[in-house]
């Protein structure tokens, strides 16, 4: 879905737990870059690939990719999708999140102790597909960390927000040129509206909630949400509201 001018909320079908749903990696290009804002599930590289077709930027334009943070359907498609482009793609992503997603500290939500008792409620395929993946969860080289505050030149420029809570290293997005937010999980939408982070995959909900706080300064025309897809109403209220709790 077109956010604005150079900027395209991609939607991607998951399969995972409760049955499918709907993620927006989001792509930002100009002339110069072409850039990926997380990268989708193992497995869905085909469907990453149309996406960025029908958005007008091919696969093989891919200059960078940011990770917002170490969750599975957000680095998971990563491997794959670095293994198919031919050029030099540079991966960009949080200090705190970089450990989990190098494989050098097994993903905090990747645990199997927090697996043990969903799994045995899921049936015999499914259940074979989540343990292979605990086995052995997805990992790809981080190149750049990103600090709180950072502008990266790109695309009009992109300032970095480190939002922790859903994860320790989580980063949200402030295009400057469209002011769009891109949340990653800092937010979520449902509807069209903003909404706060979902407690149960939230790892600190304080903090979450003083991240959210961080973001109510930008002057934000619209937000994407990882989760929920593209926001163009109410949204600077909306997260007034949400980071005073309401
Ligand atoms: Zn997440």
Known sequence: MRVAEGVDALELTMEFMG????IHPTLIWDDHEALLVDAGMPGQ???LRQACE???????????V???????DHI?????????????????AHADDRPYIEGERRPIKMDPARWAARLTELEP????AIEALLADPPRARVDRTLADGERLPYCGGIRVIHTPGHTPGHLSLYLERSRTLIAGDALVSEDGVLQGPRPGVTLDMATALRSVGKLTGLDVERAVTYHGGLV??????RLAEIAAGA
């Open 76 to 92: 998971g498609g990563l491997p794959a999708l670095l293994a198919a482009v031919e050029g030099p793609v540079e991966v960009l």
């Open 19 to 22: 049955g499918p749903s709907v």
């Open 125 to 128: 395929r499914r259940r074979a």
């Open 45 to 47: 590289l085909e469907a």
């Open 54 to 64: 029908r958005a007008g930027v091919p696969l093989q334009r891919l200059t960078r």
């Open 232 to 237: 163009e109403r109410d949204v600077t209220t």
């Open 66 to 72: 940011i990770v917002t943070h170490q969750d599975l």
